[in-house]
C-alpha cells in the first residue's frame, strides 16, 4: 500500500471526512480522535508529536501549526474549513448549501432565466475532501525533499470553484457568461441554439447530444440507422450528410425539427436497451444511473468494487494498484462507538 509507513490523526467533521477515507484507502493508518476532554487533549498532544498527517475542520486558528511543528517538525497539518485560514470570510460557518452558493456552482444549475438549483446530495465535502487529500500528499512529496512539514490550508469554497473551471472560458471566447441550461447544453452554436442532452425513456433517463465533426458522425450515422430500422426515421433526417454536418452555425428551429423524432424514438427505448444500442453501434451515449442501476451495474461487479465488511455492503476502494482494489480494513464506527 502507498502510505503504509504513515499515520493520520483525523479530527474532522463532515466536510473532512472524505480526505481521511482517501488516505485511510492509500493505506495510512487513520485515527479517529475527539480531544474534547482533559484526557483527549493529552493523549492528542502525544500522538501529535509522531504523527505524518493531522486532518481537522475546526475554526482557523484553533490549532497552532508553529506549537505543533516545533515537536514535530516533519508534521502535515491538513486544516479544511468553508473559507479558508484568511480573509473576510474565515470565520464564517456554512453548510454545503452556503459553500455550493458561494462558489458559483449554484448558478450553472437549474433551468435558464430560471432559480439557482442546488445538487440534493450533498457535494462540497467530496471536492474539498479529494482536493485536502491531494494538498496532503503534495505536502508529502515536499517533506521527502526537505525533511519539513507544511501546514495546508484548504477552502471548500475554492475546493467547489475548481469544478467550474470550464465557465471562465465562456467569457474568453464569447464574452459571455454561462448560466444554468436544465437539460440542455449551450455555446456550441453562434446562434446560441441550445441542445438536449437529457432525454426521457421508458424507465428514466438517457444522455445523449447531437455532435458535430468527427466526435458526432459515427453516433448521429448510427443513431438514424437505428431509428430507421424501427421505422421511426423521417425520410429527411436520412437525407442529412453527416460528414459536413456541424453544430455551430445551426439555428434553433433546426435543432428543434431533429430532436423531435429522435425525442419520441428514446422513450420507445428502456435504459438497459439504450446502453446495449450504443455499445453494439461505438454511439456516444449513456443511460442515467440511479443508486439502484450503480448498485447492480455489471462494470462495477466486474471490477469487483463492492466489499462485505462486518456483513454490510460497502462502496470499495477507489482504485486498483497492481491488480489489487485498495481494501476497507474495517468499517466506519457506529454512533454509539464514537461517544
Known sequence: MLLNPYRALDLTGPLGWFCGKILGQLGAEVTKADPETDHGRQLFRELAKTADFILETFPPGTLDYRQLSAENPG???????????????RDFQASDLEIMALSGAMSLAGEKDGEPMRVTVPQSPGWVGAEAAMGALTALAYRSATGR??????????????????????????RT????????????????AMMRAFWPCQDGWLNFIIYGGSAGRQSNQQLVA????????PPWLKEIDWDKFEVTTITQEEVDRMEAPIGRFFSTLTKHQFLEGVVKRQMLGYPVQTVADIYQDSQLAARKFWQDVAGLRYPGGFALI??????????????EARQ
Do not use: C
Request: aromatic share 8%; hydrophobic share 40%.
Open 226 to 233: 437505428w431509428m430507421d430500422e424501427k421505422g421511426m426515421a
Open 322 to 335: 497492481n491488480g489489487e482494489r485498495l481494501p476497507i480494513r474495517r468499517p466506519a464506527p457506529s454512533e
Open 149 to 174: 512539514g507544511q501546514h495546508v490550508d484548504v477552502s471548500a469554497q475554492v475546493a467547489v470553484m475548481a469544478a467550474l473551471s470550464h465557465a471562465p472560458a465562456f467569457w474568453d471566447l464569447n
Open 75 to 89: 508534521l502535515i497539518l491538513v486544516s479544511i474549513t468553508p473559507f479558508g485560514q484568511e480573509g473576510p470570510y
Open 177 to 192: 457568461n454561462p448560466r444554468g441550461a436544465g437539460a440542455f447544453v449551450t455555446g456550441r452554436s453562434i446562434h446560441g
